[in-house]
């Protein structure tokens, strides 16, 4: 599809988003704004410890509490067996606890008030044992074992983190029990490699538990009927995965749960499955509906953050800037549940740069730590800030401009990714062709800012779907879908639809259905929405508008290859008097005695050709030499969209993802006591960036179309969180001579760096 | 589709219910059970006149009392123009009411009895109009005219009862105002038909309005969003129409409309669209959720029940039983808006007998009382009373065994209707012959009880409607439908989709979806729901299990052909080893980086062929000499159902229909006094039959296939409340050698003919 953009109605226009006027008028409703007749809610007590045996729970003086109900335990909701090893499934802590701040019990009060009142009186007694914080020495034989290995393999939920990789297989049962998971990635001969190069870089870097901090925290409400069935009200980037999740773990057919996916207050990968199981577990118990909503604090010490990592590099390159040999161990703080995107990572770091010697190796470790989740671009903007970082410096020690150095070894279509296949398309030489031309860059030295520049990617993700139309009597249609619409994506499918169709915008009505009513579509994630559910809305759309021309063509007797469709209308091409409404259409075909069926467009996808979606970021900032403190002075995004459907809401997605890498590479982290114990547990402590905070950000817009894409379109959610810390952390080191190779580039850690000479 | 009952695993089994629990234990929730915050209650003023003009409107009194928050009437609804010609859309009466019991206002409250309280101090001043009742009277040209007839012909909802008709032209235009609709069919020589006849009876029969009498009222709740939606909750038997006809009212959009189809308790055709406008209206207006429940009163006043009608019959014979010739002036009494089944009537009092000789002329009159509505096989209960009471006296008159004469005059496949067109192939004959050879009619001599015999017809319905199948990852079903299940019919489609899929029954969910989400199905009603929805979901639950093999065959290195799926395992015929499960190929098809669309199977119909489907009953009864009541000592009933998907089910609709039929034939009316005020406005009035007064009925189902129906089913629902009345009028006339000429045969009536020597 290589049509331009005016070859379009309404594809390509900034089209204000249909559910914005809600939003901004405060009229969506959200989990926590739902109240059922009978409505019970939830309240949690946590654990205080990182790790320690459970030796008792005495809830007497909560039940105490004028209003609260019950108070349920993990003897209650885990009755037996081993605890289970997965966050899904592990609704309450029963032996011991594994993490500061796991749930271990479940209050249940007729207000929240009540259930919180009740909470704070649960008196646990636990045994502490020793906590294992610091991944690198969870790996160590003689490490406190968060959990034996005996699943190893097993692991029920491992996060696939919107993208999967696969390299050579380790056989992990022969490594510490802490030792969940661990990837190998090798080509060519790496010490030949680093014996053939001229300069070389090695060192490692250090990234920290990073926080979704979307504004809604996790809530669920759980309804029950009379006969066991479940709907489930939540907030959740997957309605299908969290049902069958839900249904899995209390053992019930997905048949019985109806998830209804409500509007999502901000994921960002964070929100799958959380709260669902608990709530439905306790509706059931009751046989009442149950509201449980997750605190800030909660949130943040029970949610599932980024993960941590610890990522050595080694890199070589000839004198005349060819690189030899790229060599990385990375180890990926699981925290307590295995799963983390630490192959991604070793995808990116090895996958940006062509070179004849590679080896990869990257492990996941469990650690006293909430379990690790999905966060936008999973494990990219960890390895990225590594590799990215260790390239500039490379280029530095050559004396090569580090763009040059970049385009000269930037990875392009048919080089080889570290599983081997092979790069599609992708717009990674563009992005830096773009970047040596802006202004920014090219007369750095001219305005004499300091200016660091980095680049990122992301595989794409894919996954099947479908989607379908109707058509109404009064010539309007509806597309009903099942991917939840966090970023505007159903704005977009609406507009599709209409182009394809050749319907008026305005006239399409477009909604997620729940579990029971819609197509089945996956988490939207992975910057797979628009990639993937936006080609089956093309074909839907193009099924109805065959089927809508079948009817007219038998109408007006016509063929319907002479037939077009303009403004609602159906009409013979050049014969304009020769015309049939679409409403007039729909009505043949849904009435008593109709001989139409009825106009139901189906389209499915199942895309398989990924789409990686690459950007490149200029930061410009200054240091305050006494503090350390970092300001951004200026800050250009550069990003391949493959084309851009609404380019209001392409550059709102580039300009929220550039807002979220400089949060990573400034200020956020989770801080955790060598206990293990949240520091950072209330949005006083953990430093989310504020919007005084975040510069003016320019985006230049590349459209390198994706083969499989809508009208050439790729994800582009992805893509801006990735190279901001290291674009950041190399304009540090150009305005400071100084590397800091921990994230976030904190005032303390740059002052370090500036009077300590390490960062 | 010739295969026999225990060919297959699921259909022909006499399965439960599956929302039967739920109604049983009390768990189902209709309309009146829905309460949403800030939720208004609608109470409705009702004129107290039939005709009359409305001179003021003062609600000061009622605007005083607490919790009334407003008081609209035809004023504020229908600002302008002339008023509504048509049921739906005429919310209040504005200028003049034209039937007693007509809404003129609502009043709001903040809950009902507040509304309530309210509504009876609205005081309404009219100024009386001459009302018109009795039909015969309302034909003449000098009779009070309910509407000018500028609007004729262009009626915007003309009921289509469950059949369409079509007859000679007649133009109306130039007959009395009160005269909407008219229809004529001829074929022969009437008059000649006449002379060659031996024997003739020629009789003028009489039927009441009879309400539906389900047993929850209308009720409507319509709630609005902050951008002008409305999601509506109520209680109708066709969601879509509802939902368009309220869009139409309201001048909005269909997609502004959500309207959400309860659980219906009991329809049957009465619930198509009633208080779903003027809730909405209500709703927008305040910015509030507003629930309106008709009172039982008000549903008797203001429903829309069975027209009554005024039919002279004039039938001939040959002395060897051939009938020469049927003559019928059928007036139908429309009341105050037009739309009757007049031509279904026709069709079936010119049709059950073949005759060389037809003319058949139909009015449908206004009437100052409430719009007629759809009942159970609209129009054929009181065109049967009278063909087949002028049958049975004919062959009483020629000494001819009244079975033996309608066997010899019975229509059969290929016989002309009164369209022309020819019937397809129908039971009727072997409904007759079964009716022969049962033994309380072939040995009613013998036991000496009065029996009595009948046939009736219905022509059958059909509309265009879809449905879809998903498959779940646990290996479970979901089949999705638009209709709304009144009956039972969910409960046969899933068994439809498990036995054309091969999936165990307790593994399928079936669900009637929203305006929103569900596949098109039209109003549930006209038995055709099975008869066209079934194929549909035949359709779908073949394409999904295409799908699935598909991707079985693909997993397998197999030939799809050489798949079959037994006990939810897809697996190579002959190689049980070679086998993937159902919840599998679901997990392939709805993964992450998965390369398979998901299973959705869609299937849509559009039938055309109807499969006329006829009832024959055997009345025994016993009548009180003195008093003239009518005893029923013994009941059979007889029916072609095509084919018995679930025969506790289809038994259980051909008992409920003959058990209102028998309640037609003995005790129900609506009573109109002169002036058109309802006399039997309550359920204390108005004489539905208790449970104790239906006596035990016998069924013999038989099953003549329908080649378009599913396994060759037919709709079964209308058939059985045809003949009753005509067969316990005859059976009477056995007992007592009167004819009574007016349905219901009361004890008043029945006493008059033995006494009187009229009924």
Known sequence: MSAKVDEFTVVGKAVKRIEGDRKVTGAMRYVDDLSLPGMLSGRLVTSIYAHAEIVSIDASAALQVPGVIAVYTGKDVHPSGPEPDNRTGHMLARDKVIYYGQAVAVVLGVNEAAAAEGAALVEVEYRQLPAVVDPLEAMKPDAPVIRKKANAGVWADGA??????????????????????????TRGDIEAGFAEADAIVERTYTTHWVHQSYIETHGSLAAPDALGNLTIYTTTQGQFGARNGTAGVLGIPQNKIKLVGMEVGGGFGGKGIM???????????????????????????????????????????????????????????????????VGIAAMMAGGYYKTPNLSLLGYEVLTNKPGNGAYRAPGAPQATFAIEQAVDELAGKLGIDPVAFRLHNCSVEGDPQPTGAPWPRIGLKEILETIKEHPLWKNRHEHGKAVGVAIGGWPGGVEPCAANIRVNTDGSMLLTLGSTDITGTNTVMAMIAAEVFGMPLEKVKVQTGDTDTAPYAGFSGGSKVTYTVGPAVQRAAEDARQQVMAIAASELEASPDDLEIVDGVCRVKGAPDREISIAAIAQKSMTFGGKYEPVYGIGKSAVTDRAPGFSGQIAAVSVDEDTGQVKIEQYVTVQDVGRQLNPAMVEGQVIGGTAQAIGWGLWESMHYADDGQLITSTLMDYNVPKSEQIPPIETVILEIPAPAGPFGAKGIGEPPIIPGAAA??????????????????????????LHNGQG
């Not at 983190?161 to 510490?176: E, F, K, N, Q």
């Not at 029970?302 to 990385?328: E, F, L, Y």
């Not at 921990?742 to 850690?749: F, Q, Y």
């Open 728 to 753: 950041i952390a190399n304009a540090v080191a150009a305005a400071t001579g100084k590397r800091v190779t921990a994230m976030p580039l904190t005032a303390e850690r740059v002052s370090n760096a």
């Open 160 to 185: 696939d983190h919107g993208a999967v990789v696969a390299g050579d297989d380790i056989d992990i049962s022969r490594l510490p029990d802490n030792i969940t998971n661990a990837v190998r990635f």
């Open 275 to 341: 709260l669902e199981p608990l709530a439905g577990w306790c509706a059931l118990r009751h046989n009442a509906p149950v509201k449980i909503i997750m605190t800030r604090s909660e949130e943040l010490s029970m949610g599932n953050p980024a993960p941590g990592s610890v990522i050595d590099i080694k890199i070589g390159a000839k004198a005349d800037g060819t690189i030899t040999a790229i060599q990385s161990r990375m180890v990926f703080d699981s925290g307590c549940y295995p799963g983390t995107p």
